[in-house]
């Protein structure tokens, strides 16, 4: 330090300025930021899907693709719609009680997770960190699963693994059960995506 | 600044002009401080080669990179195409896609042993903290780069792997959501992700990258390389004022390491030439097909180098959590009955521990699988001041902190195994096993890098001529 005594009046101005600059260089920042976000064209892109469901044979799996990520629309035999009710207290949240209107719209926010029983509709994608669970249908044994499997989705990056409503077991990685879209029937075969009555 | 220096009219063409140069420019300078006047000690041995392999394959990745930019075409509908135009098409595009592919594995390879050597020689301990941050920073740096070098391809692998990576950013409490769909820019990884993610893997990145390698090498050569003795080679100088166990870098190591170098061409470029796929590990199978946003690959893995951090992210489960929260309130016990802490201290531990494991039971164990990876790499940079060691080097040290290291080392590797294969119970448990091991390993080192029969350090290196 110089011996020279401090001038006050000009350290209130460099720091006057120094502040000044400080906030132009924010100020400028926030549009470099701002460029991140989703883009117009990004949001538009997200328009309702309509499907038609007739084709689909019990125990069989249609994929749609809504705003960039894959629908599943399944129709369950009755088999599989009995076995939802027997295996509760293997679930994280059977009665989809977590994030109430996040994940489970109200109109689905019942055992089958559904409108109609058979009809299962979900965003295949895992709640824990995006990927896509793949089909496991199949009851019983097989290789990383448990012996007493019901039949569900497996999710092939960390293993968690669902019910055939979609819901999640106990102590996965997946916090959640997998997400139901929006969704409304606008005849008995025809299934509109991305939309409800409640919109 | 230096003073203007007049050369002699006698003196030749060329030291003229250096002398010219040298009035305007510290090129003389720079070249004594950084190469024939860096005096570097004598005893280096084999794990000293990886720092120089690393300026080499960063090198080569800068080049090839530079010229694959010249034909790869950054656009969700096109880029899978054009890597496959660089490998069919582009005149001798095959060797520099491969070269580059190869460096990215190289790359982690030569910096894990560059990590590994500096861990067990003490390399960052006092007045080496800096170097070795910088170090982590770079380690940072490239663990970015080449996770968004992995999406340009837009293969299955890059889009599953990249989808799963960016979700990592949503398990945070609150601002999750929001910043997942920042990085992104998108509500799923798609064009918009490709594109910012080709400028960040080669501007944004890059430049980062180079500018913390440069603040590496000026930390280094500030305070002078450590060695396998961890001796100070300063402490002991000659009457020229050199340290007496130390060499100049060049020619002595430049010349030292043209041989490291090239076994290390040898081995790349067989992998280059023979096995550039190396059986799935240095490029992934699944990536050889298109990305598909509906249909997630059966088994979906990152590449090795980040493996032994997924695992730990994999092994964090809900039991995980209440295995943590035990540990937190057995050593809140442990720091009440055992320690001379004042009470006042105790009642910090006690009301931290609790806070803690309200905090790990309120959040679900996807986020603290995210803090377990990223704590796991954030600890690195804490090292030179967990480490309470009397000595530097491994060498001096009780023979059991050995096998402490040896069982980390281990650990580590099983880990990274078990994060390329697809999760089972018994996986998930041994990675449970090894994240504890890893974690205590470096939060526990205050306490046991203290304990046992230390031996005597020498005043000087140890070195037999050859």
Same mark, same amino acid.
């Given at each position: ?52 469901? *007739?084709?689909? &044979? +019990? !125990? @069989?799996?249609?994929? %749609? ?7 599943? $629309? ?21 009665? *989809?009680?977590? &994030? +109430? !209107? @996040?994940?489970?719209? %109200? ?7 559904? $409108? ?84 | ?466």
């Amino acid at each position: 330090m110089s011996d020279t005594p401090m001038d006050s009046s000009k350290r209130t101005w460099l720091i006057a300025s120094g502040c000044a600059g400080a906030i132009g260089g924010v100020a400028t920042a926030i549009p470099f930021v701002s460029t991140f976000q989703p883009s117009e064209r990004a949001k538009a892109a997200g328009a309702a899907v309509e499907v038609d469901i *007739s084709a689909i &044979k +019990p !125990g @069989e799996k249609l994929t %749609v693709e809504w705003r960039g990520k894959p629908v599943w $629309i399944v129709r369950r035999t009755p088999e599989q719609v009995a076995e939802l009710s027997k295996i509760e207290n293997e679930l994280a949240d059977p009665n *989809s009680e977590r &994030k +109430p !209107g @996040e994940i489970t719209p %109200v109109y689905a926010k019942n055992q089958a997770r559904s $409108i109609k029983p058979e009809i299962f509709v979900a965003v295949g994608i895992c709640t824990h960190l995006g990927c896509s669970p793949g089909d496991k249908f199949v009851t019983g044994p097989q290789p990383s699963l448990p012996d007493n499997w019901p039949g569900g989705f497996l999710c092939p990056c960390h293993g968690s693994t669902f019910d055939m409503a979609g819901r999640v077991f106990k102590n996965k990685p997946a916090p959640d059960n997998l997400e139901v879209p929006p969704h409304m029937y606008l005849s008995d075969n025809k299934l509109l995506i991305g939309e409800d009555k409640s919109a | 600044m230096a003073e203007f220096k007049e050369i002699s009219p006698d003196a030749s063409n060329g030291e003229k002009l250096l002398n010219w140069v040298d009035n305007r420019f510290p090129l003389s300078q720079l070249y004594k401080e950084h190469l024939s006047e860096y005096y570097a000690p004598k005893n280096f041995n084999f794990f000293y080669f990886f720092g120089a392999l690393s300026i080499l394959v960063l090198v080569i990745q800068i080049v090839t990179g530079i010229f694959l930019v010249m034909h790869y075409k950054p656009d969700a509908a096109v880029a899978f195409a054009s890597v496959e135009y660089i490998m069919r098409d582009v005149p001798w595009g095959w060797l520099i896609r491969y070269m580059h592919s190869t460096g990215a594995s190289a790359f982690f390879i030569v910096v894990y042993m560059h990590m590994f050597r500096g861990l067990i020689y003490g390399s960052y301990r006092k007045p080496r903290e800096l170097v070795w941050i910088f170090g982590c920073a770079i380690f940072l740096c490239l663990m970015a780069e080449a996770f968004m070098g992995y999406l340009l391809p837009w293969g299955q692998m890059s889009y599953w792997g990249a989808q799963v990576i960016v979700n990592l950013f949503s398990a945070i409490p609150f601002i999750g959501p929001d910043l997942a769909l920042l990085i992104r820019g998108d509500y799923v990884v798609g064009d918009a992700t490709l594109n910012r993610f080709f400028s960040f893997h080669v501007i944004a990145v890059p430049l980062v990258l180079l500018g913390l390698v440069v603040a590496h090498i000026i930390a280094l050569h500030e305070v002078g390389s450590n060695n396998p003795d961890g001796v100070e080679i300063k402490a002991t100088k000659g009457p020229d004022g050199n340290p007496l166990d130390g060499i100049p870098f060049h020619p002595y190591y430049t010349i030292h390491d043209i041989l490291g170098v090239s076994v290390f061409l040898l081995v790349f470029t067989s992998i280059i030439f023979f096995a550039p796929e190396v059986g799935g590990y240095f490029l992934e199978y699944n990536n050889f097909i298109p990305a598909d946003p509906l249909k997630t690959p059966l088994h979906i893995a990152p590449v090795w180098y980040f493996t032994p951090y997924y695992s730990m992210l994999r092994a964090t489960t809900d039991v995980m959590v209440n295995v943590l929260s035990i540990i937190a309130a057995l050593s809140a016990v442990f720091v009440v009955l055992k320690t001379a802490m004042q009470s006042r201290g105790k009642v910090i531990t006690v009301v931290g521990v609790a806070v803690l494991i309200v905090l790990l039971k309120t959040f679900d164990a996807k986020f603290w699988g995210v803090v377990v990876m990223g704590g796991a790499v954030v600890m690195l940079f804490f090292l030179p001041w967990l480490d309470h060691s009397p000595v530097k080097s491994i060498r001096y040290r009780p023979t059991w902190h050995k096998w402490l290291y040896a069982v980390f080392v281990v650990l580590f590797i099983v880990l990274g195994y078990l994060g390329i294969q697809p999760p089972s119970e018994i996986g998930t448990l041994i990675a449970q096993v090894g994240t504890i091991y890893y974690f205590g390993f470096f939060l526990l080192m205050p306490w046991w890098t203290q304990l046992g029969e230390f031996k005597q350090v020498p005043d000087r290196v140890t070195f037999a001529a050859h």
